[in-house]
């Protein structure tokens, strides 16, 4: 048999949907209507009530301000500053800045406030995104011309990083502090247009987002397809990358090359690190489940003052081949939403053997509203918990050997998630083997 070689992979994905990054689930008015630069105060407390009452009238996820009287506290609280600010507000950008700041107060990464100005404003790209680890700020991936993975970020326009972070935060809508820090650098729109990030080693980096300049890979290189497979170890170890599962071609692509090319591979690795999610993926949970059932998340959705309705459901019967070999999964923070609802059953019914870092920690059917002028907002309609009943909102899918991905592992280009996946199929088929 013959190893061939692992590349890395690692991501943040993009389930964190900022003002600076359009999404198709978060959406108002066509991209080719014009948008007003200013708002009055009538329509900024217009907008402020619509967002208050859609929030008040579908939010489920009230347990993360604390216990019912003590939410029902804060989200007044929540209201009456989102008023304030939004009434004395001095111009646009500051009335989006107080709506990112009541959104980011219900503390879920699902429900989130988009502004097309904003966007057109303050949202080009920054060309790198960031992971906090243990020793500070690393680079994951990075588009800037000698900024590498794994570098360590000490500043930004000379000012420690780590406060850059804190004057931010209030902004971020997150389910977790983890995930909180996880989002800032698909952010864009709170890092300055320009400014200068020294590394550890005493370099500084001049960063323009959105446009082109000599430190910036004017070029994007073409990314690799979404659903790609190749053989790791010949007619024995396959892998399988997944990398979204929105538009639902993607899943069908995903089920189409099981079927078609993997069958009958003695292991398959399916690898959905940085999956940002999409539609559940149902067809492809079927094909991988073999004979095991695999109960979904349990569903709890609540509002304020009510009972809370808890549903568990199991996936609906799906005609079709179910693949039986040695099936193993890799996760990390950028597995969100939809592919959590893929891993989560996999993992819980011991099908899988889940191996990497621990998923985003959110899902939950967001309910949107349009506000006009240009901005829309939804809200996480949906909370669902893990299948033996704790809590998943905000802790998301633990695997079941935990890799770490030091920052020398991304300098080098070394996959240590995949080579411990590696190890571990082969140990699986041995034991196969032996009977």
Do not use: K
């Not at 009335?95 to 009541?102: K, R």
């Not at 996760?331 to 969100?336: K, N, Q, V, W, Y």
């Not at 935990?402 to 411990?420: I, K, M, N, T, Y």
């Amino acid at each position: 048999m013959r190893a061939v070689a692992i590349a890395p992979v690692f991501s943040l994905g993009l389930l964190f949907v900022a003002p600076g990054r359009p999404s198709s689930a978060v959406r108002s008015v066509p991209a080719t209507a014009a948008v007003p630069e200013t708002l009055s105060v009538t329509d900024r407390l217009r907008v402020v009530e619509q967002i208050v009452e859609h929030t008040r009238a579908h939010f489920a996820h009230w347990a993360a301000l604390g216990p019912p009287a003590v939410a029902a506290r804060t989200f007044d609280s929540l209201a009456t500053a989102f008023r304030a600010a939004a009434r004395d507000a001095a111009d646009r950008r500051a009335f989006d800045h107080a709506a990112l700041a009541f959104t980011a107060g219900l503390r879920n990464s699902h429900t989130q406030f988009d502004d097309r100005w904003l966007r057109e404003q303050d949202g080009q790209t920054l060309w790198l995104t960031l992971r906090p680890t243990t020793d500070g700020w690393v680079v994951a991936t990075s588009e800037i011309e000698g900024l590498r993975a794994g570098d360590l970020v000490t500043a930004i326009d000379g000012e420690p990083f780590e406060r850059f972070y804190e004057s931010r935060r209030h902004l971020i809508a997150a389910s977790s502090e983890t995930t909180r820090r996880l989002a800032l650098s698909l952010s864009d729109h709170l890092f300055p247009r320009r400014f200068v990030l020294t590394t550890a080693d005493g370099r500084s980096h001049v960063i323009v987002r959105g446009e082109p300049a000599d430190s910036v890979v004017r070029a994007r290189r073409r990314g690799p397809p979404l659903v790609s497979h190749r053989w790791l170890v010949a007619d024995s170890v396959a892998y399988l990358r997944v990398r979204r599962f929105a538009p639902r071609a993607y899943e069908d692509s995903a089920v189409a090359t099981m079927r078609r090319a993997l069958m009958q591979a003695p292991a398959v690795i399916v690898d959905v690190r940085g999956n940002s999610g999409g539609s559940t993926p149902r067809r492809l949970l079927h094909t991988l489940r073999g004979d095991s059932a695999t109960p979904r998340l349990p569903i709890e959705r609540s509002t304020i003052g009510s009972d809370r309705l808890a549903v568990l459901a199991r996936l609906r019967p799906i005609r079709g081949p179910r693949y039986r070999g040695v099936l193993i999964i890799l996760i990390d923070r950028g597995c969100a939403s939809a592919c959590e609802d893929f891993v989560a059953p996999l993992a819980a019914s011991r099908r899988a053997l889940v191996v990497g870092d621990t998923t985003w920690g959110s899902t939950g059917q967001p309910q949107s509203i349009d506000l006009g002028d240009g901005m829309s907002f939804r809200v996480s309609a949906r909370r669902y918990t893990q299948v033996d009943g704790s809590p998943f909102e905000g802790v998301g899918v633990a695997p079941h050997i935990a890799v770490a991905v030091p920052a020398a592992s991304l300098q080098s280009g070394a996959d240590p998630v995949l080579e411990r996946a590696m190890r571990e199929a082969r140990r699986a088929l041995d034991r196969r083997a032996g009977g």
